[in-house]
């Protein structure tokens, strides 16, 4: 059981709800001790801006097809309320030196990806993950005779920590300024 234990609308899952799946090819990458949210105040898992100090930066992931994967698993307590793990993984396929330390260094993150369902106000479209415990490597593994050498990389909630909801969702307003605020946080923030 959780903290919020009241059904707040009822549940549709049906043809008209009923999405493909998936996330867009390019996603969001930050320091988790870096990145400072605002939350909506009657939805306390919308986060309605993100920003970052002065000389920080965020990053993107940009793959093919279905590389970018994320998602959650509900960590169901005895004696506490029950919370989510967040996972998000990837490939990647850059091995020059400044990469592969690159790679090594993933600690601590936050990820925001775009789902390919999208909706016509935005809302649910730019997922959150890791936004209070960062993520953290829970599998690294390259063999260059599997999967063509790539590196598979697995983030996920630290042991033992977890996060109140299975994603936070990111709108700022609507579609275009939500995709706009993150795009903005690719530059070293003046």
């Given at each position: 059981m959780g903290c919020l234990d009241d059904i707040t609308k009822s549940i549709v899952s049906d043809c008209t709800t009923q999405g493909s799946g998936g996330n867009e090819v390019k996603g969001w990458i930050f320091k988790q001790n870096e990145l400072i949210a605002v939350y909506d105040s009657t939805n306390p898992s919308k986060i309605t801006s993100l920003s970052l100090p002065i000389g920080s930066q965020g990053y993107t992931f940009t793959g093919v097809k279905k590389m970018l994967n994320s998602?959650?698993?509900i960590v169901i307590e005895d004696a506490r309320a029950d919370g989510y793990t967040h996972y998000v993984g990837f490939t990647g396929f850059s091995f020059k030196s400044e990469d592969v330390e690159n790679f090594d260094a993933l600690n601590?993150?936050?990820f925001v990806v775009e789902s390919k369902d999208k909706t016509d106000d935005g809302d649910g479209v730019f997922r959150v993950y890791g936004i209070k415990q960062g993520l953290v490597k829970s599998s690294d593994t390259m063999?260059?005779?599997d999967n063509y050498g790539s590196r598979i990389i697995?983030?996920?909630?630290?042991?033992g920590q977890i996060e109140s909801y299975s994603n936070y969702t990111f709108l700022d307003t609507d579609y275009a300024t939500s995709l706009a605020a993150l795009e903005a946080l690719e530059a070293v923030q003046a």
């Open positions: 998602g959650h698993d601590n993150l936050v063999r260059a005779n697995e983030m996920a909630t630290p042991d």
